[in-house]
């Protein structure tokens, strides 16, 4: 599986934006970029996925480089909600690719 | 509507013992995932079942550890002669299909300490 490298934590102010950097340098063509969150004591939680284009949900918006090989999430106005823990799964498609593989992940603290 | 739910939400067990932990997916999603998260570590891949079948038990890490689904719905994780080590959060997840875009929900877990 390609591998994702990210920081292991950050720190923002609330309601300023964050920018959650993933590196992916070994990311296949067909590989798709998800993000998942996991607030303390939940299961994790679906945030976004992209493959070419950038992409905006009502939770954050995920921008992909030009040559795929990063991305960043995008909080646009994070809360105290918002901290968690942020992963960057690479996930190829079809069949023999359905398990998500966890890195370490980047721990988010938002600062009141 | 329901999300994916587990139980039991907590379960302490002494060594030697088998448990038994359970989850009900979201109603019409055919994939399932089992997958554990030991303290201070990452999640990790048990096993995933498309319906009733698994195509990948890869991370299952003993022979005592099995998982059935049935009626492409309910799932049990069955753990064998439990050992400490086996102390961990079990999550379960489900999608709706199988792709590579498609999202996983997850349940809250189950937590079991092995005495």
């Known amino acids: 599986d390609a591998k994702t490298t990210q920081p292991n934590s950050m720190e923002s102010n609330e309601e300023e934006p964050v920018h959650l950097p993933c590196n992916h340098s070994?990311?296949?063509?067909?590989?798709?970029i998800h993000w998942y969150r996991q607030l303390p004591s939940q299961g994790p939680e679906y945030v976004i996925h992209?493959?070419?284009s950038n992409v905006n949900n009502r939770m954050a918006s995920l921008a992909i480089a030009e040559d795929r090989k990063s991305s960043t999430l995008i909080l646009h106005r994070a809360t105290l909600r918002d901290a968690a823990v942020y992963y960057c799964?690479?996930?190829?498609?079809?069949?023999?690719?359905?398990?998500?593989?966890f890195g370490t992940g980047t721990r988010l603290t938002i600062i009141p | 509507g329901a999300g994916v739910s587990q139980s039991p939400s907590n379960k302490v067990t002494e060594k030697g013992k088998d448990v038994e932990l359970r989850c009900d997916p979201i109603?019409?999603?055919?994939?399932l995932y089992w997958y554990r998260q030991s303290l201070g570590q990452g999640l990790e891949f048990l096993i995933y079942?498309?319906?009733?079948?698994?195509?990948?038990k890869s991370g299952l890490p003993s022979d005592r550890f099995s998982a059935e689904r049935t009626g492409g719905s309910v799932s049990t994780l069955t753990i064998q002669r439990t050992q400490q080590e086996d102390s961990a959060v079990y999550l379960c997840?489900?999608?709706?299909?199988?792709?590579?875009?498609?999202?996983?929900?997850f349940g809250p877990g189950t937590r079991l300490t092995v005495l």
């Open positions: 997840a489900s999608s709706p299909m199988v792709v590579g875009g498609n999202e996983q929900f």
């Open positions: 070994t990311i296949s063509g067909t590989d798709y």
């Open positions: 992209g493959l070419t």
């Open positions: 799964i690479l996930r190829g498609p079809g069949f023999g690719n359905e398990k998500l593989t």
């Open positions: 109603s019409g999603h055919t994939a």
């Open positions: 079942f498309q319906g009733n079948s698994a195509p990948d």
